[in-house]
C-alpha cells in the first residue's frame, strides 16, 4: 500500500524558514529519486526539488540556493529545508517519486505572507 504523508506546513513571513517532511512506504522510497512537487493556485504541479538513492540532487531555478532537499534512506523520509522563503513560494507541497506515482498525499500547505 502506497502512503506519502507530508508534514511542517504553515504560514511564515518573507525571508522565513519552514523544514518539511515527509514519511513514505518503501514502495514508493524505493524508487530510486524522490522530490518535493508544489501546486500553487491556479497553477500546474511543478517539481521543485529532485533527490537519487545516492543523495544527488536537482533544483528548479525559483528555488535553487534555497531550498536544500534531503532523504533518511533507512528511515524512508524525505525533508525538504526552505529557506529565504518568497510569497511567490505559497503553494500545496507535495512528496513523491520522480516520475510520480499515481497516488498523492494530502500535501503540506506553506504560506508565505506578511
Known amino acids: 500500500q502506497v502512503q506519502l504523508v507530508e508534514s511542517g506546513g504553515g504560514l511564515v513571513q518573507p525571508g522565513g524558514s519552514l523544514r518539511l517532511s515527509c514519511a513514505a512506504s518503501g514502495s514508493v522510497f524505493a524508487i530510486n529519486a524522490m522530490g518535493w512537487y508544489r501546486q500553487a493556485p491556479g497553477k500546474q504541479r511543478e517539481l521543485v526539488a529532485r533527490i537519487t538513492w545516492g543523495g544527488l540532487t536537482n533544483y528548479a531555478d525559483s528555488v535553487k540556493g534555497r531550498f536544500t532537499i534531503s532523504r533518511d534512506n533507512a528511515r524512508n523520509q524525505l525533508y525538504l529545508q526552505m529557506n529565504i522563503l518568497k510569497p511567490g513560494d505559497t503553494a500545496v507541497y507535495y512528496c513523491?517519486?520522480?516520475?510520480?506515482?499515481?497516488?498523492w498525499g494530502q500535501g503540506t500547505q506553506v504560506t508565505v505572507s506578511s
Open positions: 513523491s517519486s520522480v516520475p510520480p506515482c499515481d497516488y
